[in-house]
């Protein structure tokens, strides 16, 4: 079985079985605290902790993972993967145990047509359950499923949801090993390849487990494993997924697989940091010295020294990229789609690294080949480090290549010598003082205004050459010859990006002008950055692309705006960020319902036309006479810029805008409102703002309209015959309840003696207060009444006779509840959250 047929019959068995077939997510998360997307799970965990509900009860999926802590043994073995696929079957509350056993057992032996004697399960110690699932409805041999502990038990964190799992293993046969099934026999014969986990805890800080309400089921089956089982080979590079990586590999070290185990290791470093990178790139990793963009330049650098050792000068991404796409390009069209721009990028790195093996490798072979002569077993930190500073080797490249001869860096002498840097740069660097504006006019003095690069919207990643920097406590500020970073002005949010050199990476949080035009990019620094070195200036380009459209969406409803409330309307501030747009102005009432809509029909036809956005440099006189409107916080000379957006809206403006006016896609209001005397307020949304928005409400009336079992088109009546209908209703319960809780009171007051206790659910804490008042005057001296409320709370009266005091009767057993409350020394009322402790409260007040 090849991959393509493997994906298919993996889902198409779950979805004929009621899963909905979910397309992978990306391999990067959107979880904050993942590097990458490591495993099937991670896009369906808020739906597996409960903080969203799940859209589908149940799901399959294929999800691209990556997992970096492998990166050092990648060719080492048959098997290690950094990019993989994780097949896996969710269920959110739906199945449980035998549904998951049965639907995995039922694909196994049926579906990819393994042998039942050549499979063996294991289960947790205590999961009696699922044992006697495998052995009762799915027939396996007792001895054939085994117990085991930790292995055995899944867990998302120290809190959280958890649960028991059960591994399914093939016996690869005794040429691999001993017997014994998993617990006992060769790790090489017994493979795992498919995990149940069985969520059906709850496990807070030193508390017992708790058994979930909705119990979840995720599965995960690692995709090349499964399939080198299914062909029968021993490594899942010998599987059809890896054979056109294999080849190209083989071809760049001159040498077929398997004539030596040197060349096999390069071999397969080479095919899997190839699938690898183009998968990473094809998901928007870009290489940098940091985070997933450093993880990225390690495996690419990693593959590019494997060929070129072996002898490989050419480039090799295309040709790794197209071996890629000829195995994964029909489960994933996207690279096809981006192979130019995935091929630019890594040959771009790769002719980076190619600059630093030249200059570098020669100094760390000569030092290499010293300390073996020496008999030294330590390569010198010095040295190390050098090539770290000089040449851009990393530390870990350095340790890489010296420890196939059996070194090891010297990594304390090399850490100083990076420590000893810094406290040099520190020393030559400025006090920053952002109110201190000496600094900047030396800046302008010595190299005049910065020039602005980035109104072409090809032009998001520019070299420049850095003319200073001012290290400063929490934020530093660094200055570009020029600079593709838009600053703040009119309204528009500075960009935000990255500037790097060889040396130091800074992260530009903000952008301002801040004296003579000169620019300055403000962030946090890592490593060090020093006058004079070339950098590497790049902008947020989707960042920018939203801001651009925003920017452009304010002038059109400004045009919008005097065109239907007339022309006092102007300008009196505005903000424009990439996910929203503000725009104030003067007007001396709020807008009326049609006002609005005229407003957006008039800008969304604009939009819709897709005039060309035209952008015209002119004299400040001529632009007043074509009637150009000024925009609030500009500030103009004799030249100014004047921006045409279609036929309405010709304003004054420094800003960056989109090309076209169908470039914004859709723009709605979200808000209109007063701020002040005769000023308004319009908060609005474009592009993909808006059409999440719009997706957002359209969903929630779905959703309404199903509640109401109507179509979206009738929600207002069938809305306002449910309201007529519970009005009548909740007159009629309160009239059955007031009856109710006469009989209630009579039934109360007929026991003998001088105290009440009693629960009441389902009544509030009004409803309790007027029936322990009525007890008190039928002359009852103490009355505690509790009950569960009917949104799952706790309500609880005490009333006394003033022998004791209500209020701290009533804070003593509100605590059992997990509640408070307070009152008069004779009548008191408290709520609570927790209804599972009403008996502690009724045993309580039974002993006062």
């Known amino acids: 079985m090849e991959a393509q047929e493997l994906r298919s019959t993996f889902l198409n068995y779950f979805a004929a079985n009621g899963h909905t077939i979910v397309p992978s997510a990306s391999l990067i998360p959107h979880d904050p605290s993942l590097l990458f997307t490591i495993a099937g799970m991670v896009p369906f965990k808020t ?21 970096a ?3 050092d043994q990648i060719g080492t073995t048959s098997r290690h993967l950094t990019f993989f696929e994780m097949m896996g079957n969710f269920s959110f509350g739906d199945y449980f145990k035998e549904g998951a056993i049965r639907y995995a057992w039922g694909l196994i032996t049926e579906g990819f047509g393994l042998d039942p004697d050549r499979l063996w399960v294991t289960v947790h110690d205590s999961d009696d359950q699922a044992a006697e699932i495998w052995h009762d409805l799915i027939g396996v041999p007792a001895d054939r499923i085994q117990r085991l502990g930790e292995d055995n038990f899944w867990a998302m964190g120290e809190t959280g949801p958890c649960g028991p799992c059960s591994e399914i293993f093939f016996d ?28 059906q805890y709850e496990r807070e800080p030193g508390q017992p487990l708790v058994e979930l309400p909705r119990k979840n089921i995720d599965t995960g089956a690692g995709f090349e494993r499964v399939l080198s089982i299914l062909n029968g080979v021993d490594s899942v590079f010998a599987t059809d997924l890896f054979t056109p990586l294999m080849e190209a590999a083989a071809t760049m070290v001159k040498t077929p697989y398997g004539a030596s185990e040197a060349t096999d290791v390069a071999i397969r470093r080479i095919a899997e940091h190839g699938r690898a990178m183009t998968m990473l790139v094809a998901d928007g990793v870009l290489p940098s010295n940091e985070g997933r963009g450093y993880v990225l330049r390690r495996i690419i650098r990693r593959a590019v020294l494997a060929a070129r050792r072996g002898g490989h000068e050419a480039p090799l991404a295309a040709t790794l990229v197209d071996a890629t796409i000829a195995k994964m390009g029909s489960a994933y069209p996207v690279l096809e789609k981006d192979r130019e721009l995935i091929i630019e990028v890594l040959e771009r790195e790769e002719a980076g690294f190619n600059r630093t093996l030249r200059t570098g490798m020669s100094l760390l072979e000569e030092a290499r080949d010293e300390v073996l002569a020496s008999s030294l077993t330590v390569f010198p930190g010095e040295v190390a480090f050098k090539l770290h500073d000089t040449h851009g080797f990393p ?7 010296v420890a196939e001869s059996g070194l090891s860096v010297e990594r304390a002498a090399f850490d100083a010598a990076m420590a000893n840097q810094r406290e040099r740069a520190r020393a030559a660097a400025k006090t920053l003082h952002l109110a201190d504006e000496s600094h900047y006019r030396d800046l302008v003095e010595a190299h005049g205004a910065t020039e602005f690069v980035g109104r072409d919207v090809t032009r998001y990643s520019v070299e420049s050459t850095v003319i200073g920097v001012l290290e400063g406590e929490g934020v530093s500020e660094l200055f570009l010859e020029s600079t593709p970073f838009y600053a703040e002005s009119g309204g528009q949010v500075g960009d935000t990006g990255t500037i790097v050199t060889e040396s ?38 989707a960042r920018r692309e939203a801001t651009r459209r925003n920017h452009t969406a304010t002038h059109l409803l400004h045009a919008g705006l005097r065109s239907v409330l007339g022309d006092h309307v102007r300008q009196q501030g505005s903000f424009v960020g990439p996910d929203r747009l503000r725009f104030d102005f003067s007007h001396g009432q709020g807008l009326a319902k049609e006002e609005v809509g005229a407003i957006l029909t008039m800008v969304n036809t604009d939009v819709v036309a897709n005039e060309g956005v035209e952008t015209i440099q002119t004299s400040k006189a001529d632009a007043e006479k074509m009637g150009a409107v000024a925009f609030f916080g500009d500030k103009y000379g004799d030249r100014v810029r004047v921006v045409r957006a279609g036929s309405h809206s010709l304003e004054f403006c420094g800003g960056t805008h989109v090309e076209r006016l169908g470039d914004i896609g859709q723009i709605q209001i979200v808000s209109e409102g007063s701020i002040g005397a005769n000023t308004r307020r319009i908060e609005a949304v474009s592009a993909l703002a808006a059409q999440r928005r719009s997706v957002e409400m359209e969903a929630a009336l779905a959703s309404v309209a199903t509640i109401l079992k109507t179509s979206t088109e009738n929600i207002t009546p069938a809305l306002e015959r449910l309201i007529s209908r519970q009005r009548e209703m909740e007159t009629q319960l309160g009239s059955l309840r007031q009856a109710q809780l006469s009989v209630v009171t009579d039934q109360l007051a007929g026991a003998e003696g001088d105290t009440v206790l009693g629960r009441l659910d389902g009544y509030g ?18 009355v505690v009444l509790v009950g569960a409320t009917d949104d799952e709370k706790v309500a609880l009266v005490v009333a006394t006779d003033g022998t004791l005091d209500a209020v701290a009767l009533v804070k003593d057993l509100a605590a059992l509840v997990g509640g408070g409350g307070g009152g008069s020394s004779r009548l008191a009322v408290a709520g609570g959250r927790d209804a599972s402790g009403i008996d502690r409260v009724l045993h309580a007040a039974a002993a006062i």
Request: one cysteine or more; hydrophobic letters at 40%; glycine letters at 14%.
């Open 504 to 541: 130091g990476r800074f992260h530009v949080a903000d952008t301002q002008s801040v004296a003579g035009g000169l620019v300055a990019h403000r962030g946090t620094l890592e490593g060090t950055i020093v006058p004079g070195q070339v950098a590497v200036a790049t902008i947020d380009p």
């Open 69 to 71: 802590p492998d990166i």
């Open 395 to 401: 530390i870990e490249l350095t340790s890489e290549i």
């Open 172 to 199: 690869k046969g005794p040429a691999y090993g001993a017997d014994g099934g998993p617990a006992f026999g060769g790790d090489e014969r017994f493979l795992e390849f498919w995990n149940l986990v069985f969520m």
């Open 47 to 67: 739906y597996l902790t409960g903080e969203e509900a799940a859209p589908f009860p149940r799901a399959v999926t294929v999800q691209k993972c990556f997992r």
């Open 765 to 782: 804490g009004d409803a309790l207060r007027s029936v322990a008042q009525e007890l008190q005057r039928r002359g009852r001296r103490l």
